[in-house]
């Protein structure tokens, strides 16, 4: 199994920013693409950023601009800067891993999830 830990959520204020980080750690495993979304209440969860192994990266209109992913295959983490903050923006964030992890099929892991309130 691949954990994923998330952290870096909290409290901002409108137009600030936070960086989120998600550390990937198991034994036996390869992380393909990893990807973040985000699940207001009442709402479904939305897919807003990807990142490849090879550090392609994708976003949903919603972010586009203000938000990057990027990862350190190194250190099995990814992260997510998140800059001119908005009361929309906030949510429960999780983290994803498309990963094979013991020998077995590939497959999404996710977080655990970290909170992200967007407030004045």
């Known amino acids: 199994q691949v954990q994923l830990v998330e952290s870096g959520g909290g409290l901002v204020q409108p137009g600030g920013s936070l960086r989120l980080s998600c550390a990937a750690s198991?034994?036996?495993?390869?992380?393909?693409?990893m990807d973040w979304y985000r699940q207001a209440p009442g709402k479904q969860r939305e897919w807003i950023a990807t990142?490849?192994?090879?550090?392609?990266?994708n976003y949903a209109d919603s972010v586009k601009g203000r938000f990057t992913i990027s990862r350190d295959n190194a250190k099995n983490t990814v992260y997510l800067q998140m800059n001119s903050l908005n009361p929309e923006d906030t949510a429960v964030y999780y983290c994803?891993?498309?990963?094979?992890?013991?020998?077995?099929?590939?497959?999404?892991?996710w977080g655990q999830g970290t909170q992200v309130t967007v407030s004045s």
């Open positions: 990142a490849t192994s090879d550090r392609e990266t």
């Open positions: 198991g034994s036996a495993f390869n992380i393909y693409a």
């Open positions: 994803k891993a498309n990963a094979r992890a013991m020998g077995g099929p590939r497959r999404g892991y």
